[in-house]
């Protein structure tokens, strides 16, 4: 059935979903127009918001790029390879990869999300190499995992609420994790997801006649030409001497941050870890540069897109239209329903401000209120923004840059499975906000 469901899914986004440079170009006219229809900005004032935003992710665009980059960096190291390698092969079929990715892909994003952005692609394409297996689905497999990050470790809105200091804690203090991640209502949500979206995925499986395979050759040889050093430049870039002398101190750093400083895993920690893995597993600067050369290939999308992205976020906060939206969930609400109604709020303010902490800026001051006038339970409504944050990625192509950078596709190649998992998804997170 659900093959059947999803063949009709993927020819429509292929057919219809243009390429995310243009679905952010879309997005961003669509929230200047509702926020002069809708708030009443003047036309020159949301000029104004969008330029004034439009930088305001530099500095996360840099981090996804070194998502992106880094995590290549470390995959496509001999011993990275080879564990890959040894992993896929217990795939024995197309199923059976597409379960695995979707299992990997889970575990890494409910550990961390940039984690499991680069893991689950860059397992997906050792899969390809060993398995003949539709290479969307398999792509589309790894991407589905993501929607789990918001309710694993690396949730940014549960952290937050969980921080000394946060922005609402005179409203609410602090909200420690064993409330909101470990929850009992969160974990069963957690667990329920782990079991139903490997099996969505091996489900949808397309026949013979139309699936799309890659070949090994396609996927880029990992064969290197030998090489003798013959200058003394060329020397220094093959000395592994010189690599272990910036690495090790790397490893150091990150051993002092863990268990002398007790730092918790954020994506700066895993851009450094990723990337002075990479230092030394590459063994030599000339291989870490030519793996460098090949991944940055892919983040051309990240380069252009985040600055819009930006900007659509600063006309949505900005204008009031994001916290209009809330007020209009809110004011439907009662106790037991607003999780119901915060999650789909979330899940809509999501696919124009992208952003788990930019979207509990955004939420919270209407959210909490009505939370505490109604008698709602807090923790829940705290995961309902989370769980409503993640689940419209399956549907916005921001977060699946960095993965499709890596695997070589666009978004209309995985978008239609992904769809089916948007609708099965959604049922299965706000019907158990309700009732558990």
């Known amino acids: 059935m659900l093959r059947a469901l999803s063949r009709p899914a993927v020819r429509l986004m292929e057919r219809y979903l243009p390429d995310p440079f ?56 001999p011993p990275v390879k080879k564990f890959l390698a040894l992993l896929a092969g217990l795939a024995g079929s197309p199923g059976a990869a597409i379960l695995l990715v979707s299992v990997v892909s889970l575990l890494a994003s409910w550990i961390n999300w940039g984690f499991g952005l680069v893991v689950g692609a860059l397992f997906a394409k050792e899969l390809a190499r060993q398995v003949r297996v539709d290479y969307r689905l398999l792509i589309a497999a790894a991407y589905s995992g993501f929607v789990i990050w918001h309710g694993g470790v690396s949730g940014s809105v549960p952290l937050t609420v969980a921080t000394e200091g946060h922005f609402t804690e005179d409203r609410i203090g602090v909200i420690g994790t064993g409330d909101t991640i470990f929850a009992s209502f969160n974990l069963i949500i957690v667990a329920l997801l782990f079991i139903v979206i490997p099996l969505v995925n091996r489900m949808m499986l397309p026949a013979e006649e139309d699936s799309i ?22 020397h220094l870039e093959n000395s592994r001497v010189l690599m272990w002398l ?42 870490l540069l030519d793996a460098l050369n090949e991944g940055i290939k892919g983040g051309a999308g990240i380069v252009i897109q985040f600055p819009f992205y930006a900007g659509i976020m600063a006309i949505m906060t900005q204008s009031g239209l994001a916290q209009s939206l809330s007020e ?45 006038a109604l008698g709602a339970d807090i923790p829940r409504v705290v995961m309902a923004v989370a769980w409503g ?7 916005q192509p921001f977060w699946a840059l960095p993965m499709l950078g890596v695997a070589g596709l666009k978004a209309k190649d995985i978008m239609g499975f992904c769809l089916i998992h948007l609708f099965i998804t959604g049922v299965i997170i706000s019907a158990l906000l309700v009732l558990l």
Do not use: C
């Open 22 to 77: 243009i679905f952010v170009v879309l997005l961003t006219l669509i929230a200047a127009i509702a926020a002069i229809l809708f708030e009443g900005a003047n036309p020159v004032s949301v000029v104004q918001m969008w330029g004034d935003g439009f930088w305001g992710l530099l500095a996360f665009s840099m981090q996804m790029l070194l998502v992106l980059v880094t995590g290549f960096i470390l995959a496509s190291s």
């Open 213 to 234: 395979y890659v070949t090994p050759e396609q996927l880029g040889s990992d064969k290197k030409p030998a090489f003798a050093p013959t200058r003394p430049a060329e």
């Open 246 to 287: 910036i690495g090790l101190p790397g490893l150091l750093f990150l051993a002092q941050y863990v268990i002398v400083q007790g730092g918790s895993l954020n994506l700066n920690i895993v851009n450094f870890m990723f990337l002075f893995l990479g230092i030394l597993l590459h063994g030599t600067a000339r291989n």
């Open 328 to 372: 209009g969930f809110v004011s439907i609400s009662t106790a037991a329903s607003l999780p119901f109604w915060t999650f789909l709020s979330a899940g809509i303010v999501n696919l124009f401000v992208p952003s788990g902490g930019g979207q509990w800026a955004v939420q919270a001051p209407v959210i909490l209120p009505a939370a505490q």
């Open 389 to 395: 944050d993640s689940w419209t990625n399956l549907l």
